[in-house]
Nanobody, 115 residues
Framework: QVQLVESGGGLVQAGGSLRLSCAAS????????MGWYRQAPGKQRELVAT???????NYADSVKGRFTISRDNAKNTVELQMNSLNAEDTAVYYC?????????WGQGTQVTVSS
C-alpha cells in the first residue's frame, strides 16, 4: 500500500503562488506515476499534472506555463509549484499515486484563490 499526505494549501490572492507537497510512505521510485488532481465544487476530479518514475511530465492545458510538478526521490515527495493563480484554480487538490495496479489518494488540501 501507499499512504499519501498533502500539505501546503491555503488562501491566496489572484496572481499569487502556492507550493503543494505530497509525502509518500514508500520510495517514489517504486511508484509508476504520481500526480496532482483537483476537484472544484460541483465538478469532477481532474488531472492537473503527473510525473512518472522515468521523469516524464504531463500537464493539463489550463495550468501549462503556470504550474510545475517535481519530485525529490531522497525525501519521497512530489511537489506542485503553482504560480499566477486565478479563481478557476480554487479546488481541493489531491495527490495520487499509481502503484500495483491501483491508484492511491491522499486526503486532499484546499486551495482557495480570492479575486
Amino acid at each position: 500500500q501507499v499512504q499519501l499526505v498533502e500539505s501546503g494549501g491555503g488562501l491566496v490572492q489572484a496572481g499569487g503562488s502556492l507550493r503543494l507537497s505530497c509525502a509518500a510512505s514508500r520510495s517514489i521510485l517504486s511508484i509508476s506515476a504520481m500526480g496532482w488532481y483537483r476537484q472544484a465544487p460541483g465538478k469532477q476530479r481532474e488531472l492537473v499534472a503527473t510525473i512518472t518514475s522515468g521523469g516524464m511530465l504531463n500537464y493539463a492545458d489550463s495550468v501549462k506555463g503556470r504550474f510545475t510538478i517535481s519530485r525529490d526521490n531522497a525525501k519521497n515527495t512530489v511537489e506542485l509549484q503553482m504560480n499566477s493563480l486565478n479563481a478557476e484554480d480554487t479546488a481541493v487538490y489531491y495527490c495520487g499515486a499509481f502503484w500495483d495496479t491501483r491508484i492511491y489518494w491522499g486526503q486532499g488540501t484546499q486551495v482557495t484563490v480570492s479575486s
